[in-house]
Every structure is written in C-alpha cells, then in structure tokens.
C-alpha cells in the first residue's frame, strides 16, 4: 500500500503530468485506497490518505454513489459498491485467459498441472489451469475457491502480509484440516510463511490432498496479488524435482509480471 506521503503527491499531481484526467486519476486513487482499508471508510481517512481536501473529496464520492462503485452506509461511512463486483469477475476471467499461455510453458517445463490463483477477500480462487499431459495429473476447478492455510498458492499470497493481518484473517476462516498435514495453528502458520520468504517459494506438502504437492510462487508487482503454481503427485514432484521446478516457476512468474505491467495486452 503506498505511503501517505507518496500517494498525496500522486493525487495531487496535475492531470497533464501524467497524461490523464485528474478526476478519474483521483476516483480510482480513492477507490484503491477503499480496498486497501477493508472495503470501508470515512471521508476524514481519505482525506488524510490522500491528501485531498474534503470538498473534493465528497464530491468525488458523490459521483461514485450515483455510479453504483460507492454507496454510503446508515454510518455515514462510504463501502465499496457491487457494481464493482462485475467489473471484477471480468477482470479476473481475462487475467486468467492471458496466463493460459504463461501455464502452458510451465507444464511444458515441468510435466505437472499449472495453476494461477488469486486472494480475493479471505480466500483463494483458482482463475486459470493448464492440465499436465501425464494419465496421473491433478485437476482443479477454474473458479474453485478455497482457504489459504492448506494451499500453496495461498502461503505464496499471504507471505509478505503483515502478521496481524494474516492472524485477523486466519482468525474470519478459521483453520480446517483438509488432511492429517494441513496446518491448522496461526504460529504454524506464520512459521511456515517465514520459510516460504526464505526460501522463495511455498510449498503444499500432502496439506490439501495426501499424494499430492504443490510449488508455488506469487507474481511479482501484480495488480492485484496473484500466485502461480504447479501441482501432481508426491511421487512426481519430490524434492529432486522441487530443485529443477522452482526456477521455472520464478521465470515464468516474473515474464507474467512483466506482461501484465506492459501498456498492451500481453502476450507469448
């Protein structure tokens, strides 16, 4: 999240500096800001984030009220509205569509099934898959969601959150084992990230489904906080197999960011 400081030099700034439309800059500044904080928040919060006047700030407001983005609670406090959740679904359908050929390369590499997920909210949700070619492969559904202690994907997500955030969020799911494996304590939990920020990678090791692991790296400086993974059987994916996967997990995902940081759409 960016820092006060620096986001009220960017909403600050005059449209022509950057090329664009000052309000629109300024109502997805607000926007962002909103998700940032939960999803919910007083006008004085974004007033001292952003660096805006109030004014300004309850007329930018106003609009995405009268838009659907915004709509205020009996509170006064201003939500995120659901018309940003069409927006979202489409948003997360082609990000999928344009990693298809970024996990077509990983299973070509790796002979596994490629994944790409998502944290949307308190949970993990699976937004593209390439299947291994092997007759023994895993499958998941694109769409699936689940929690994030017992995936890889969701360590590779949740490894760089603060502690009280990932303790908070723990605290909403819940730690359910889905196997005899699945960590199921918050300080096991946030062991296990600390691993993950040392090593690099997360691991699923036999915590989701037993006879199955799971490699995992997030996508660095995604626009919204996006992992990819590759998963088959234990037998497969050994620690052997771990030590040729993870670069090509790491490559692919820094290619993915760089295409989804380009101005086009991107492409392979």
Known sequence: MPTPSA????????????GGVQSLERAFDLLERMADAGGEVGLSELSVSSGL????????????????????????????????????ESASRLLGTWARPYLARLVEETGET???????????????????????????????????????????????????????LLARTGMPAATNKTITTPDDFLTALEEVRRLGFAVDDNEQEIGVRCLAVSVPNSPTAAAISISGPAGRVTEEATEKIVPVLKQVAAELSEALASSGSPTH
């Open 7 to 18: 986001s009220s030099t960017d909403a600050a700034k005059p449209a022509a500096a950057s």
């Open 53 to 88: 006047p109030l004014p300004t700030i309850h007329r930018l407001m106003r609009t995405l009220v009268v838009c659907g983005y915004v709509r205020q609670q009996p509170n006064r406090r201003y939500a995120l509205g659901p018309r940003l959740i069409r927006l979202g």
């Open 114 to 168: 490629a994944n790409m997920a998502l944290l949307d909210g308190d949970e993990i949700v699976y937004v593209a898959q390439v299947p291994s070619k092997h007759s023994m492969r895993m499958f998941t559904e694109v769409g699936r969601r689940v929690l994030p202690h017992s995936t890889g994907v969701g360590k590779a997500l949740l490894a760089d959150v603060p502690p009280d955030e990932v303790r908070s």
